[in-house]
């Protein structure tokens, strides 16, 4: 006889998350996909959730996956889950609610990149949320500025949109390659196309890198290449550089605990948005 299967502890069944939260409004313009910001009707505080329809046991062990690393992984520095569902043949995800969104959004609406202060502090949020996760065995694959949220205090959070988003949206079969190239490590190209080499946690390290480039010049370098020609690229070139190296100080991690760097960011993005 079948083993029952074992359910997800950290998913509730057969309760209507809409009695316990409140939808207000979509988040984004439907680039993650179906995602709004909801509110709880008791705590009054806010989150983003997300639902996704469950049509096979695939799914739900893909998005089983996810929500086992979110509720194993709490931390300051790493997006929190309040509370998942499974209703209505959906699964739905609700997460801590960052008011100033994602670095990468608020880089666009600037229309400049960030400051070295503000770098220094984010790189140093990263370098703690990276070495948590690493610890707990999780090794991220999509580190970039649209991964990195940012709440109305100055907190940084690391999140991972990508994969699940992908997967919700185009139900991607698992043997296709997954994660946007800029950022890849070389031995993740490797193993992306060649299927063997396995890469470790070193590879989040690369993209980290790469992810500074990106904020100090809004976007990664090659980011006007083909995503093909960039694989070659990446595979076969020494690790990119700023373009304006003379222009940063060296001794860059030291006094990181600076938090009004990036607090004067996120006002400014609100402000922006305001006065729009
Ligand atoms: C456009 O303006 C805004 C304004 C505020 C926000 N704030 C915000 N705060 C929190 N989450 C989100 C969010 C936005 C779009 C899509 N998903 C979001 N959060 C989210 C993340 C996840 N999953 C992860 O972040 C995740 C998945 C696997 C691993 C990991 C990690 F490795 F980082 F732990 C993280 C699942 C479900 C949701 C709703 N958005 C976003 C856009």
Request: some cysteine.
């Amino acid at each position: 006889h079948l083993k029952k299967r074992q359910w997800n502890k950290n998913i509730k069944k057969d309760i209507d998350p809409l009695q316990l939260w409140d939808i207000v409004s979509e988040l984004g313009d439907g680039a993650f996909g179906r995602v709004y910001k909801a509110q709880n009707k008791e705590t009054q505080v806010f989150a983003a959730l997300k639902q996704v329809a469950i049509n096979n046991e695939e799914d739900l062990e893909d998005f089983s996956v996810e929500i086992n690393i979110l509720a194993d992984c709490v931390h300051p520095n790493v997006v929190g889950l309040h509370e998942a569902f499974y209703f209505d043949g959906k699964l739905w995800m609700f997460l801590e609610f960052c008011g100033g969104g994602a670095l990468d959004s608020i880089m666009v609406d600037l229309e400049k990149p960030l400051t070295e202060d503000q770098i220094r502090y984010v790189c140093h949020e990263m370098c703690v949320a990276l070495d948590f996760l690493h610890r707990h065995h999780v090794i991220h694959r999509d580190i970039k500025a649209g991964n990195v949220l940012v709440t109305m205090e100055g907190d940084v959070k690391l999140a991972d949109f990508g994969v699940s988003a992908k997967n919700s949206q185009t139900h991607q079969k698992r043997d296709t390659f997954i994660g946007t190239p800029y950022w890849m490590a070389p031995e993740v190209i490797l193993c992306e196309t060649l299927k063997d080499t396995p890469y470790d946690f070193k590879a989040d390290i690369w993209s980290l890198g790469i992810t500074m480039i990106e904020f100090a010049q809004i976007e990664p370098p090659n980011k006007d290449m083909h995503p093909m020609r960039v694989l070659i690229k990446i595979h076969k070139s020494e690790p990119p550089a700023l373009d304006q190296p003379s222009k940063w100080c060296h001794p860059f991690i030291r006094d990181y605990r600076d938090k009004t760097a990036i607090l004067d960011l996120i006002c400014e993005a609100k402000a922006d948005v305001i006065e729009t």
